[in-house]
């Protein structure tokens, strides 16, 4: 069975960082996009970041360029969210996805991870 | 960037009702659409792929059509377990983008 389970999250100050990961199992990393999608308390889902399977192409909603950087580790099979100059509009729960395949939809998804960003 | 918006925002229905829900997209995205239903608390889990592709172990009173810019998800026979949140995502480019929401809820 596929399983996505996040880390990482928490509290952090305006300004700081945060990295996210997302530990995988069940089924051959390395051969399939993964993505992040977040959710701010009470609102509809965003979609963040992707990245391909060998890592070398990566994806970014316009809110979240420059300031966050998605990699992968395919020896660990391990997603990652680099996070940084948080902002409080960034407090949402982050779930990492996996995708059916190349240029197709998330098919599976991570319990989610809540971030927090407050002074 | 193509944005995605669904309509209503907020459905009431009873069980056994009918309901469609409709999402547009700013421009035409074929029919690389997905529905997902989400409940509180949890994360989404996907429904019909490919704008009407049921996807295994999904109710057949849940079904999908449409293309290029307008799609819609119909439910027949709603059941208690169906009143959740439903979210339409096209995945024709990047960035990826989802429609707003739609919470089905009983009347």
């Known amino acids: 069975d596929v399983q996505l389970l996040e880390s990482g999250g928490g509290l952090v100050q305006p300004g700081g960082s945060l990295r996210l990961s997302c530990a995988a199992s069940?089924?051959?990393?390395?051969?399939?996009?993964m993505s992040w999608v977040r959710q701010a308390p009470g609102k509809g889902l965003e979609w963040v970041s992707a990245?391909?399977?060998?890592?070398?192409?990566?994806y970014y909603a316009h809110s979240v360029k420059g300031r966050f950087t998605i990699s992968r580790d395919n020896s660990k099979n391990t997603l990652y969210l680099q996070m940084n100059s948080l902002r409080a509009e960034d407090t949402a729960v982050y779930y990492c996805?996996?995708?059916?395949?190349?240029?197709?939809?998330?098919?599976?998804w991570g319990q989610g991870n809540l971030v927090a960003v407050s002074s | 960037d193509i944005q995605m918006t669904q309509s209503p925002s907020t459905l009431s229905a009873s069980v056994g009702d009918r309901v469609t829900i409709t999402c547009r997209a700013s421009?035409?995205?074929?029919?690389?659409l997905a529905w997902y239903q989400q409940k509180p608390g949890k994360a989404p889990i996907i429904l019909i792929s490919e704008a009407s592709n049921l996807e295994s172990g999904v109710p057949s009173r849940f079904s999908g059509s449409g293309s290029g810019t307008e799609f819609t998800l119909t439910i027949t026979s709603l059941q208690p377990d169906d009143f959740a949140t439903y979210y339409c995502?096209?995945?024709?480019?990047?960035?990826?983008?989802f429609g707003q929401g739609t919470k089905l809820e009983i009347k």
């Open positions: 996805a996996k995708d059916r395949g190349w240029n197709l939809f998330i098919d599976y």
């Open positions: 995502q096209q995945y024709d480019s990047y960035p990826r983008s």
């Open positions: 069940g089924f051959t990393f390395r051969n399939y996009v």
């Open positions: 990245v391909s399977g060998s890592g070398d192409q990566t």
């Open positions: 421009q035409s995205i074929r029919s690389w």
